[in-house]
């Protein structure tokens, strides 16, 4: 049993910058690939940014070029840096945690997730 537990999100203007922490209760299996996925009202869940135990990072084409995944193995962290948000960034944010699997990219390979926290980007 894994518990992730998310920090950092809040209210920021557009062109801002957040950053997001996850931290892990244990190292295990099913850490071997974290994952940032997002859900905005009305919207289903989607994936922003995975960083996979080969230390590979992926982003959603939205965000490529804003957001940056990081990631502490020893401390059991995965960060999201989100520079030059935009108001499409609002939603809610989850950390997620999943043994090995090449779709990083889909719900389906991520065996536990964090609470969620929140992100909304208005002037």
């Known amino acids: 049993q894994v518990q992730l537990r998310e920090s950092g999100g809040g209210l920021v203007q557009p062109g801002g910058s957040l950053r997001l922490s996850c931290v892990a209760s244990?190292?295990?299996?099913?850490?071997?690939?974290m994952g940032w996925f997002r859900q905005a009202p009305g919207k289903e869940r989607e994936f922003v940014a995975a960083f996979t135990g080969t230390d590979s990072r992926f982003y959603a084409n939205s965000v490529k070029g804003r957001f940056t995944i990081s990631r502490d193995k020893n401390l059991n962290t995965v960060n999201l840096q989100m520079n030059n948000v935009q108001v499409e960034d609002t939603a809610v944010y989850y950390c997620?945690?999943?043994?090995?699997?090449?779709?990083?990219?889909?719900?389906?390979?991520?065996?536990?997730w964090g609470q969620g926290t929140q992100v909304t980007v208005s002037s």
């Open positions: 997620a945690s999943g043994g090995i699997a090449p779709n990083y990219y889909r719900l389906a390979a991520y065996d536990y």
């Open positions: 244990s190292r295990t299996s099913s850490t071997y690939n």
